[in-house]
């Protein structure tokens, strides 16, 4: 099953997805990170710019990434009660 | 490990800390644990110089009676906080009646004094010599 | 209300400064992540799902239309047009950068605000009775109270790395609108028979994993007493309250585990040791507080009766006012809660309208409640009509103050960290379900919480929703009978989790239950439940 790494930007606290030479705001532009996965949390972490760097489980589809959690997927999308804040990346239904 | 940072004037006094279990009468230096009860130590506050309090890791707060107590009790000699502590909680320290830091990681002097300096008033009495607001505000005629 | 003199300015613009300076080093890498988490969260900085979020402080649920504009003003300026009124009287910023608060902050210190110790293990911000020298039924004013304890717990340096978050109550009546029981300390005014006002002093309440109802350890502590007693409280939790296991470290643990009688005898001894060291500020400095506290100039000839022709009107005054001791006055809630809305949330626009009422209307002082609505205290009846045609034009004049549709909710797994379901959306649902009939249904109580740390109070709630995880599902538990006021009592779980129409079902058949079962439409549900007990409920849910 694909990880991908996800972390909160230090300064302003945005979600950001690896995307493979530098993060991105949204879930489409995100990489399945694998094995190297560890590997990059060591390298990226002792620099201290992105916070809860973390890998999560995701399925692919036809439309992109879904993300098996639900905490994962509002955090992909944003609150499910406030669909005027949605990111593109998947719809608010998905949720 | 870092230097110990020192607000005292006079000579530290270097002799080991032992363990308050190995604690013997006229020992001039101890060591409590986080959980140790300070107050153990009040029939020997003559006899001891230094007393060193644990704070093995972040989160944890019993130092800050513990010193507090013993500056209640009078205790007048250094009171050392050692373990994990940054320079953000110096004035929570001093003010708890530490005058002496061991830290894990190296505290930089200069920050430290301008920790110190940061409030020009405190709001509740400790064991520091800072007048509490509410004494400010109520002295004669004021 | 009070004002800040210029100590109290001092030290907010002296922990802006701090923060300031912890912020640029910590972007600069000068402080580890590690030392500075515990910095911003005791400058109320939380970093959740999207973004950080900010909790700003409103002590005892108290700000002024300058405050409130400043705070609509915080909304635009630095976050995405909203802000979140909290079950402890505060005001959360969901969209915040770190990067901004430092200027955030000092904006809010502008008009003597801050976000000290809104996080983190130390002593919360105090709350109190949302109805405070306006209601009738209280013996003195509880905040001048909780404000001499606000000062005295910020930045206290023994009591700043507690084993766990430290939360107290003030309530000046035996009509408890402020939860004392579930706090981890509650305190009441009373009077003794010489007339002088005293504490009585309740520890150890609290929800979450464990939940309990505080236990009176002092019935009457006098004033001149308050701080160095509340000390000895403190430091008996600080030395011994339990370290190894978060879920295990709030007072109420340690009460419980000690007894009442032995906790309150170690506070006892601990307070003969630390009453003569002078802990206690001179009787003045609680009148000087008090002073600032000075109800509003009121009109004895303000007009009683009202033109309630109006429909919307009359249910409106009828639900959402309440009695003032003052015959020509009311004090107006304000819902947060229309059906179908987020509850608690309010728009910078509606904030700057509140602000404006206020001051025009309501002795520049608005209330948070610990419901998540807003008060305005002082409000003449005569002007009843032109404030509710304000609200009902701002969308905030929905009548349904502690009816069906008041439904607190957490903010949940739509913007939480510790959640493990979403509340918001089932308190929506349900708002709008039940509204049609909220009015038969009379006073009726539901919170719903996210995850077992209970922001929602669900075991405070007539009927209390707990949502959880299972097996990576959001499930949700229907708990029945809490109550949170002088008659507390915790919510029981009644059998087996729903998912999220299934919690939404399960509540409307305990609600037809109810009906049935009630010995006239006046007897609350709360008050049925404790009449016929659970099983009727159970079996009408589970079959």
């Not at chain 3, 979403?422 to 249904?441: G, M, N, T, W, Y």
């Amino acid at each position: 099953m694909p990880r991908l790494l996800t972390g909160n930007r230090l300064e302003t606290g945005d979600v950001l997805w690896w995307a493979g030479s530098d993060w991105s705001l949204h879930l489409k532009d995100a990489v399945a990170v694998d094995d190297e996965g560890e590997a990059l949390i060591a390298r990226l972490a002792p620099q201290e710019r992105i916070n809860d760097l973390v890998l999560i489980d995701v399925d692919a589809t036809e439309n992109g990434w879904r993300p098996r959690s639900t905490r994962e997927r509002v955090r992909a999308v944003g609150p499910s009660v406030r669909p005027d804040f949605a990111l593109p990346s998947l719809p608010v239904e998905a949720i | 490990m870092a230097e110990v940072y020192r607000l005292r004037a006079d000579p530290e006094h270097t002799a080991p800390a032992v363990p308050l279990a190995e604690y013997q009468p006229g020992g001039t230096a101890v060591r409590l644990e986080a959980g140790d009860d300070a107050r153990l130590l009040i029939p020997h506050l003559g006899a001891l110089r230094r007393i060193d309090i644990a704070f093995p890791k972040f989160r944890e707060g019993r130092g800050y009676s513990s010193a507090r107590i013993l500056r209640e009790a009078g205790f007048m000699g250094e009171i050392r906080a050692f373990g994990v502590l940054y320079v953000d909680q110096l004035m929570f320290l001093v003010r708890a009646g530490f005058d002496a830091v061991l830290p894990e990681t190296p505290i930089d002097p200069v920050v430290a004094e301008q920790t110190l300096k940061r409030f020009p008033f405190v709001y509740m009495k400790a064991t520091d010599k800072a007048q509490p607001i509410w004494a400010l505000r109520n002295r004669a005629g004021a | 209300m009070y004002r800040y003199d210029e100590y109290d300015q001092a030290i907010v613009d002296a922990r802006v400064a701090e923060f300031r300076d912890q912020v640029e080093r910590r972007l600069k890498n000068e402080i580890s992540e590690e030392a500075f988490k515990p910095l911003r969260l005791m400058n109320g900085l939380y970093l959740q799902l999207h973004a950080y979020m900010l909790r700003v402080a409103i002590p005892y649920g108290t700000v002024d239309s300058r405050q409130m504009r400043m705070l609509a003003h915080i909304a635009r300026r630095y976050d995405r047009g909203y802000g979140h009124f909290t079950t402890r009287q505060n005001i959360q910023y969901n969209w915040m950068k770190l990067e901004e608060m430092p200027d955030l902050l000092a904006d809010l210190a502008s008009v003597e605000m801050h976000a000290f110790q809104t996080s983190g293990n130390c002593i919360r911000n105090i709350s109190s009775d949302q109805f405070a020298a306006a209601a009738a039924d209280e013996i003195a004013d509880p905040r001048p109270y909780a404000e001499l304890l606000r000062q005295w717990s910020t930045l206290h340096p023994e009591f700043s790395f507690l084993p766990r978050k430290f939360k107290i109550a003030v309530t000046g009546s035996t009509i408890d609108r402020a939860a004392i029981k579930l706090h981890d300390i509650g305190l009441e005014l009373v009077q003794n028979d010489a007339g002088e006002i005293g504490l009585k002093v309740l520890v150890g309440g609290g929800m979450g994993r464990t939940p309990m109802l505080a236990h009176v350890i002092r019935e009457f502590l006098p004033v001149a007493d308050y701080l160095s007693y509340m000390e000895a409280i403190l430091r008996v939790y600080n030395r011994h309250g339990r370290r190894d296991n978060i879920y295990k470290a709030r007072i109420k643990i340690l009460v419980n585990d000690l007894g009442a009688a032995e906790f309150a005898r170690q506070v006892e001894e601990e307070w003969a040791l630390v009453k003569p060291l002078g802990l206690d500020p001179p009787p003045s400095e609680l009148a000087r507080i008090a002073a600032h506290f000075a109800p509003p100039v009121l009109d004895a000839n303000a007009p009683v009766s009202i033109d309630l022709s109006n429909p919307d009107f009359a249910n409106w005054v009828t639900v959402n006012t309440h009695p003032h001791k003052a015959p020509g006055y009311a004090i107006v809630t304000i819902s947060l809660k229309a059906p179908g809305e987020i509850p608690g949330d309010a728009s910078a626009d509606q904030m700057d309208i509140i602000a404006d009422l206020a001051q025009r209307y309501a002795g520049d002082e608005i209330r948070v409640t610990h419901a998540q609505n807003l008060v305005l205290p002082h409000v003449r009846r005569a002007d009843l009509f032109d404030v509710w045609q304000v609200l009902v034009s701002a969308g905030l004049a929905t009548a349904n103050l502690d009816r069906a549709s008041d439904i607190i909710s957490c903010p949940g797994l739509d913007y939480c960290t510790l959640a493990n379901a979403r509340s918001i959306p089932i308190a929506q649902k349900l708002a709008v379900k039940l509204a049609p009939q909220e009015a038969d249904l009379g006073e009726l109580k539901i919170k719903v919480s996210g995850c077992i740390n209970g922001c929602g109070h669900h075991h405070a709630g007539h009927i209390g929703i707990l949502g959880v995880d299972r097996k990576g599902e959001e499930n949700y538990q229907l708990l029945l009978g809490g109550s949170g006021a002088e008659d507390a009592t915790l919510a029981k779980i009644l059998g087996p989790g729903f998912d999220e129409n299934g919690i939404v079902t399960a509540v409307e058949k305990v609600i037809t239950r109810y009906k049935t079962l009630r010995a006239d439409p006046a007897e609350r549900f709360l008050d049925t439940y404790r009449r016929v007990g659970a099983e009727p409920f159970k079996e009408a849910v589970y079959g």
